[in-house]
């Protein structure tokens, strides 16, 4: 059985191998502003405040890709391609963890052939995320993944480790700073938690895991000391209602269930088959094993929990989007299209809908479900001939230039425009001319629709303020950005 997991994972890697160096699908600059602090650190020096290398205020992301490619950079040299490698490694972590969690409460032979179907092969947009790096895609899955086979260890088969529920606290709080997505998996562990443990708040592993939750969730408490809590009050959504519940419920829900989550696999059209046949077929097949997994008791009482917090952490997703707005970059895009820079903080609720259908194959192992999954293998083999282009894409791989390298400085400037104080600190310590000018684009491209319209004379108090304090020579730069609006060069 060992040879048969070896030649698996093999098998995975080749799949994905020939992604990188054949498909265009799997590209994207999102990728590159990953690597400044990385290249930086590799050089002996920063070219700007540590914290603002993070490319989005609330999430950490960034900086964690950019400190994990250190060693790859070191050992594989800094291209194009090294970064792939590392989006590979950790989605073949993923794969692994997801076959331990699985072989915990079933046989081999039961979970081999459904694991091949989805998380080798699987779905085009599944398999385009499986290599890309940016700081909220596969890395994000990663730390769930690590989360979840740590509650099946410490809280479902209840492994006695000293610290344990520390350690969860640890994961926990570090993926919330990684990415705020996270809080889902967070809400689903406690309700599960909850419901299954009949904790206490006096347990001492209670206070394991919030001790643990804290020290994770430290680098975000460190950086929003220092800056004035941008996190919370500094990204230019908020002002829109990103924390404002929705009012029509029914209907975003009803939307997500039904179109969103389907539209979300990212099938590709073939032979006069349009993509959407293909997504309500994958589809139709995880609302039957959903109903099975949640009607249909395991045998044993621990596979039972394990069902119990795959469907909880599932339906606490589907719930909070329905509740509130969606992050940008989950937008779904057309049916039959896979656009490279769509949908980064929905990708987790395939992996799970994946779980549920494999879970329900292994309880009703039947002529008729094998069937199907070779139907599914079938059309995941199709898709992924689809996504590939001829010849090599070398161009792709090539050494990345310093533009390339420091695109994030572009991006530190669009974070802290959306608060003065911040960004005048940071601003007056930039004294490299180069990098002086990305984070001024940043901030001009943040504020382009905000403030193009906008008299001298309506200008907002705080900018006024601030425009106050500095020098002519900064004052001028300023309004040469802002109100000229140079465009970054395309990546």
């Not at 060693?71 to 989605?91: D, N, R």
């Not at 994030?408 to 802290?416: A, P, T």
Request: hydrophobic residues 50%; positive net charge; aromatic residues 20%.
């Amino acid at each position: 059985m060992k040879r048969v997991f070896l030649f698996l994972l093999l098998l995975f890697l080749i799949l994905r191998v020939c992604l990188i160096l054949h498909s265009s699908h799997v590209y994207s600059a999102e990728e590159l502003k990953q690597v400044s602090l990385a290249i930086d650190v590799l050089r002996g020096k920063l070219s700007i405040p540590f914290w603002c290398y993070l490319d989005s205020p609330h999430s950490g992301g960034s900086i964690f890709v950019s400190l994990i490619l250190i060693p790859f950079f070191i050992i594989l040299g800094k291209s194009y391609f090294t970064i792939k490698i590392v989006a590979l490694v950790f989605s073949a972590v993923i794969s692994i963890f997801v076959f331990l969690l699985l072989k915990d409460h079933y046989k081999d032979n039961e979970i081999l052939f459904p694991l091949t179907v989805f998380f080798i092969f699987s779905t085009p947009h599944y398999l385009q995320k499986n290599i890309f790096i940016t700081g909220n895609t596969i890395e994000l899955l990663f730390i769930l993944f690590l989360f979840v086979w740590l509650i099946n260890k410490i809280v479902i088969n209840k492994t006695r480790v000293r610290f344990s529920y520390l350690l969860l606290g640890l994961v926990a709080g570090f993926g919330l700073w990684v990415q705020y997505i996270f809080a889902i998996f967070i809400i689903g562990f406690i309700l599960f938690w909850f419901f299954n443990q009949r904790f206490s708040i006096m347990k001492t592993k209670i206070w394991q895991f919030l001790i643990g939750f804290i020290l994770g969730f430290s680098p975000w408490i460190i950086y929003n000391l220092i800056y004035g809590f941008p996190s919370i009050y500094a990204d230019v959504r908020i002002p829109r209602g990103l924390f404002i519940v929705s009012s029509n419920f029914y209907y975003r829900f009803k939307d997500i269930f039904l179109d969103f989550l389907p539209r979300s696999f990212h099938f590709l059209s073939v032979f006069n088959i349009e993509a959407r046949i293909f997504a309500y077929f994958l589809y139709s097949l995880f609302i039957f094993s959903l109903l099975v997994v949640i009607f249909k008791k395991s045998k044993s009482d621990r596979a039972r929990k394990l069902d119990y917090l795959i469907v909880t952490l599932f339906i606490s997703g589907v719930i909070i989007y329905s509740l509130f707005p969606l992050p940008v970059g989950s937008e779904t895009s057309i049916w039959g299209s896979l656009h490279h820079d769509s949908e980064f903080y929905i990708l987790f609720f395939q992996p799970l809908m994946f779980l549920i259908i494999i879970l329900a194959y292994v309880r009703i192992n039947i002529k008729v479900f094998n069937i199907v999954l070779y139907l599914v293998l079938a059309l995941f083999m199709l898709q992924f001939s689809l996504m590939l282009d001829f010849p090599v894409k070398k161009k792709y791989l090539h050494n990345f230039r310093d533009h390339y390298a420091y695109s994030n400085i572009y991006e530190s400037g669009f974070n802290f425009a959306a608060d003065f104080k911040i960004w005048h600190n940071v601003f007056v310590k930039l004294k490299d001319k180069k990098y002086l000018n990305n984070y001024i684009k940043g901030s001009a491209h943040c504020w382009k629709e905000r403030i193009s319209k906008i008299e001298d004379s309506k200008l907002p108090p705080e900018l006024k303020k601030e425009l106050s304090s500095m020098s002519k020579s900064d004052k001028d730069i300023f309004y040469y950005y802002f109100y000229n609006f140079l465009n970054v060069d395309d990546i």
